[in-house]
């Protein structure tokens, strides 16, 4: 399997709602991204994980929770989010931090209303 | 933190003819320079990348050059077809060695 998947593929949310996306590699890659994009703009990354832990927190609002439960998976917990959080959120992975190449997945689509 | 900053921010050629899309940034101690193009609604695909060893690499009809004393980077895409139309990202890893930094993309559209 040589892919990142990533689910679920849309997702629309009220401003009180609890909701999680998540992402699965099987590559064996040890380094797991999310990355937020809106429209016309380039990724903004938000959160490392090497090895499950987390190495990199880009200043993200504390209603966004990344978890990364083993090395295949990684989840982003959603909580009492904005409307300027609609989004495209894009998970990659990489076979180690430095100097790798990474491969995102699908993304999903968030729209918050 | 890195800095990466890329131009055109739009680029229209004719179909056949190359196009040049230029990338700098800012930290000396990036040392992987890849190149992602994303169609629209669909995710980045890295399409090349380059390490700070070498200066040239080729891949068919898509080269990357890269000046590392000058901080500056650019994607040569020759032969142009229209499938080659999206949005191109130029990134930068920074001296942390961690997620990437994007520049702003550069829309390419192939005219037919």
């Known amino acids: 399997d040589t892919e990142v998947t990533q689910t679920p593929k849309h997702l629309v949310m009220g401003m009180t709602n609890k909701k999680s996306l998540k992402c699965e590699q099987h590559m064996g890659h040890r380094a797991m991204y999310w990355y937020k994009q809106k429209a016309k703009k380039p990724p903004e990354l938000m959160f490392v994980y090497s090895y499950e832990k987390l190495s990199i927190n880009e200043s993200v609002p504390s209603r966004f929770s990344p978890e990364c439960p083993n090395s295949s998976l990684l989840n982003l917990h959603l909580h009492a989010l904005q409307p300027e959080d609609s989004a495209l959120y894009l998970c990659?992975?990489?076979?180690?931090?430095?100097?790798?190449?990474?491969?995102f997945g699908p993304g999903t689509r968030l729209t918050v209303l | 933190g890195e800095n990466v900053e890329q131009h055109p921010s739009t680029l229209s050629v004719q179909e056949g003819d190359s196009a040049v899309i230029k990338c700098t940034y800012s930290d000396s101690a990036s040392n992987y320079f890849p190149w992602y193009k994303q169609e629209l609604g669909k995710r980045p695909q890295l399409i090349i990348d380059i390490r700070s060893n070498v200066g040239e690499k080729k891949d068919q009809r898509i080269a990357v050059t890269l000046n590392k004393t000058a901080k500056h980077f650019s994607l040569h895409i020759t032969e142009t077809q229209p499938e080659d139309s999206a949005v191109y990202f130029c990134a930068a890893p920074g001296g942390g060695a961690d997620g990437l930094t994007f520049g702003k993309g550069t829309h390419l559209i192939i005219q037919p």
């Open positions: 990659a992975s990489s076979q180690g931090v430095f100097i790798n190449e990474q491969f």
